[in-house]
């Protein structure tokens, strides 16, 4: 048994344009990470400030000038997700930190290239993050900026180790 459907669509060529672009912008889930060379910039999880959406990867690669390091500071974090902060390449760097609460954290990397990457699963979702990074120099002393290597895991978030002293520090 075969079956047969003929499909009739309108010879108006104004709403068969309309349907398309329709169509093309709903495939897109969204947008995020990239390579980011600016001395200073944003970076934020798709969609912020509204709810990212599930099962979203997303990779920023920052690289600042040579000499120079990045800080990255977070004004707003995942509630149920993770950002992972690496000191240098994917794959290839030490994970700084990983960050899975709503902090308000500062990282520092040991050279000019950071990687930053968001993960999303499909259970939550959330407004997700916005965050601001800077370069200074690699000779600059950086005791007035907390450093994840101070830092440690706990059951949701890393918390700096010492509050005490990143507060002595910051005055």
């Excluded at 969204?30 to 599930?54: A, E």
Aim: charged share 15%; glycine share 4%.
């Amino acid at each position: 048994m075969a079956w047969k459907y003929k499909m009739y669509f309108p010879l108006n060529l104004n709403e068969l344009h309309l349907y398309l672009i329709f169509f093309f912008f709903s495939a897109i889930k969204y947008i995020c990470g990239g390579l980011l060379f600016n001395s200073s910039g944003t970076l934020q999880s798709p969609s912020y400030p509204l709810n990212y959406p599930d099962n979203a990867d997303c990779l920023w690669q920052i690289q600042v000038t040579n000499n120079f390091r990045v800080m990255l500071t977070f004004g707003s974090g995942c509630n149920n997700d993770y950002i992972e902060i690496y000191d240098g390449p994917p794959k290839t760097s030490p994970l700084l930190g990983r960050i899975c609460s709503n902090s308000h954290l500062t990282y520092t990397s040991s050279s000019n290239f950071m990687t930053v990457r968001f993960h999303s699963d499909s259970r939550y979702s959330s407004r997700g993050f916005h965050a601001e990074y800077q370069s200074f120099p690699a000779d600059q002393n950086t005791s007035k900026f907390p450093s994840c290597l101070q830092c440690f895991l706990c059951s949701e978030a890393f918390i700096p180790a010492n509050m005490a002293s990143l507060r002595a520090n910051r005055a």
